[in-house]
């Protein structure tokens, strides 16, 4: 049974103001502008088909700890590239999970799972060995009744808003299918151009045709390829996005003239660019957001700093996604000065950037954050989302930044049923910090009850026009 | 009303050994050894003018804030540098800061200001919209009485010692005139040689020409140069200065031959100079001036890390200290190897080294401190000079440099009303952190009461041979 | 006296808890895996001389700081390199570490040593000026008794098995008489190959023509080198190693083709190596030794990061080892990305990776250690192995990496007396670590239970296949 006072000070002099800030807040709606459910869920509202299926398989959070004591993938179920059969017998991967449910101890990960768990489940017992299969019946029977369908646990979770992330080819038909349903649940696409901008990309080429089709202008150089990046945003905004995301290995930026872009564009479709022309591309990518941001209005954000697939032979067995994603060093002071020095004071613009670097957060991010109005401090995020994670992001960012420059909290998940979880473990951490402030008399009760509401809502809605 | 048992822990094991701790020093004088007060204000001795010019013009600290969140500087009644007018309405100024207060919420700026509104001037209410015209009229008032005068406020603040930084042409008209009007109050200058140094900078030859006049030997060369700048370090000296400082942006040293100094120095006066001239020159200059400290005693502080004006739009319409200086990553165990080599192991030498860069606390700079007997660690400077930032230097530099390789506090500021208040906030800091290690019987009270002085005026004396 | 509730927070809450933890695991064996204490002492069983050759003379950790403040390391009798006479008068020399003593608090050496003078000799009284020579009288008395004597010592340490540093070439010849001596305490060797692999290093064709007579195989070219290093691991692995390890400036890892390693061995031999040919060696090395360890199972160690003899005048006069080691920063995400993807998926190989960088905890090596099956994190080591640095470790290691994926603790000393100080400290902070998790309700109290016993036997016994 997960405990009441969970992620709260023990000292009684925090864990009181603690208690009374969480109590106002622990009900308010969420609010998730950044994440990665799948719209189709929403959109064809079936059952989930079992626990196995739904925690397991496509979370990479969970089965990257069960790999890293020695599980192979295989035996975990997670399907192949090319086929090659894996474990089907979802019982018996469970049974893994619950034999080894220990080894989450003291993980964000097992937090959200014991929620979970609890509140979507009502199972109160941890999962081990003995009752693994008792809970997974339990869990089978439960995911097969209307209560849990995916839109009746959206209402039971209120969900104010929910953004997805989508492709700049993306056709957003689940999207349109959700707004024609006449359900009231509002799910929003968010504009990721990854797919079309990192030029050396396996699957470029595809993803180049792929944009041709949905914005209807034949990409063959620079311009086009403009032109028709700035169509989709249109469409986007069209379809409720209010901002765009961009992952990038470094925050680089710098303009490139038109004609030197083209003609790196020209190399990538000859399939003869190199590493020094996709950084150019992508910095050069990141000052044209900005610029189309700073016309249409969405949010941008980057998220910098994920060097992907660091295990190549779980990525070419398995595919993308599949826990070698491997954080690096980040420089933002000098990568981003050129971004901001044309747009950062701009008051019509907002760029939300986040590191998986936290030495950035004190030295870098919080003095840029708390001098530009352009730039706000996305909050702890990835490997970052965690208790100690937050803590440190709210140590290392308020007294330079302050409260008002960061933007709330961002779930990035697409392990829908975390959703609540996550979110409840924010505000506590967040509560839990103001009133540690309060405590030393860092900041007065009063000040710590209007941030309790400003860290869940008010600052989400501001930073992304909600 | 501001608590008296701000920033010490809620835990009441902590805050009674941090409360008996702190009573035996929050009354010991203030030794400020460096800063940038500007010693005018001491030799003319006039009332400073209202509200609005004392705390909010002149201090990029308070107004970065407000534009980080869209107030623009012309708003604020920053002047611009080429004389187009900006607001001149000191109550409107002075209503944004008051509307807007609590964005300063769990910064150091809003703990100061509260400090210099109630124990400067008597205001416990918390600034607000609605207070803020009255405020303004109580402040305005007391300015105009002879207990605000500087010299009065000087001495009831306790300052045994202030030190100012001035340039190397300086030629301290205003510390002579502070020693012969009879005041008691002790001003010294401090040699910083940065403009002189800075060979790429836009008014570097200008800055030559001054320190020709100033020291009498005509710069013409390398050599020159070197006589002119220990000419200017004998007149510090006998002006009473103890330190000199240099802000760089890397605490590379090397030592160039004469003739590789001189050809640099050559390309800088006809200006065909380049980056990595400058470079070289600096890391040159910083051996020098570590030579001429092993000769003539003058302490060397060296701040490193902080690309200045990385706002260019503010920097040309503004000029120089507009919030626009962002830290860097910093490298010092390679960087400062050389120097150390030279002079570390003297010890009629000291240098102090300051960072930017966390990270370096733990890994570079504690473990050099904790060797060498010339090099002592500067305490959390700048961004990091607040209750969480100076928690993080104790945490991460005690166990390895000790508590007696660092050399107190520095308030390093240009208001000069918010000196008590910083060192106040220090004070606690520091009680709080010994009282947390007696807490934990890492040392025992009889060191922590040793240390509280320490760590308030011991050290700092030591270090700056005061 | 040493309190009995040292390190644990002073939160009833807390400390409470820790102290119930701490119970369980205090008299639990200690497991030293990693360690340089001479192997000599116990095959020869002689008394310690006195305190200050005990003590000061060869620990780098405690005249460093002495050093620091002034101390030259000749009046603190460290012998120099060329026989230039030193300080003999060892009560002058215990003398000043008396009168010194101050300067270690809220050090881990002050720590440690207030624990062996207590639980080893039963001193009680803090060291001072006063005290200091009937300390050195009891001390030296003590040491001349039989209770006193290393055998006797280690059982009292209740030590299980302790491993020493071993160079390639090392006869083991201490090891060889500990075993034929009857005695059962279990001292074996580790196998660090560091004075073969660093090819600039001044004696490295010394350390080649030793490594050809320890292994009976004449080294003439790469081949040979490999054969001679292969040979050498069978010898250690009959006298007992479990483990290798290497300490190199980068954890870089690549390949070579047999030639081109052939190429820069001959380099090596000509006197003709370069930087970049000792960098390549060395990344190459790292893959032959992960090879090698996937093959005879020595588990594998890396400590990255440290710039050894930075003081150069220190390193001439005085040799190795004698504080002017400085860490520096690390990469580790790209540096190991060859031998995690070609052996970081085997379930038979082992790597434990250290670091001096505590900014690559989070970023990168709790990543790492979370996903791929072979890699393992060292604990807080070298001058992070203080109260302060294992919180940081915990705190910034746990949620990504799990308590699972990490080894235990190790000492990683030359000063044998200190070892039961070290673990002692060592559970003291992990029990105070897992009561804070109970108090804020991260892990429950049965978790807690399990894992203070993983942290101080289960995990590193696992690890280390003890």
Known sequence: M????????????????????????????????????????????????????????????????????????????IPTQDGTPVEKDYRKIWQILADNFYLYSGTPTGAWLA?????????????NGDNAQDIYDLMLEKLQSPEYLPRTLFNKFNIEVISTTDGASDSLEYHKQIRESGWSGKVIPSF?????????????????????????????????????????????IEMGAVATDQGVLSPYTHTLLPTEANVIFNRALNGTANESDEKAFVGNMLMEMARMSSEDGLVMQIHAGVLRNHNQKIFSRFGLDKGGDIPIQNEFTKNMRELLNEYGNHTNFKVIVFTLDETSYARELAPMAGHYPAMKLGPAWWFNDSIQGMRRFREMTTETAGFYNTVGFNDDTRAFLSIPARHDLARRV?????????????????????????????????????
Chains 1, 2, 3 share one sequence.
């Open 115 to 127: 929620h979970e768990f609890e509140k979507v489940f009502g199972v109160t017992e941890k999962l």
């Open 430 to 466: 967040d509560c839990n910090f103001l009133a540690q402030q309060v405590s030393e008399h860092i900041i007065d009760i009063d000040d710590a009850h209007k941030l309790s509401y400003e860290l869940t809502n008010g600052l989400v809605k501001k930073a992304y026009n909600l």
């Open 2 to 77: 997960i405990n009441e006072n969970r992620y709260f000070d023990a000292k009684p002099e925090v864990r009181k103001i603690a208690t009374e800030l969480y109590s106002e807040v622990k009900n308010l709606p969420i609010i998730s502008p950044h994440g990665h459910v799948d719209p189709r869920i929403f959109a064809e509202n079936k059952p989930f088909p079992n626990p196995t299926e739904l925690f397991i398989i496509p979370d990479h959070y969970i089965f990257r700890i069960l790999y890293s004591q020695g599980y192979s993938l295989e035996s975990l179920g």
């Open 192 to 236: 990721r151009p990854d797919g079309v901008v990192n030029i050396l990309a396996d699957n470029w080429k595809s993803e180049i045709e792929k944009l041709s089709r949905a914005s209807g202008i034949t990409v063959t150089d620079y311009k086009t390829f403009i032109n028709a990046i700035e169509n989709r945003r249109k469409y986007f």
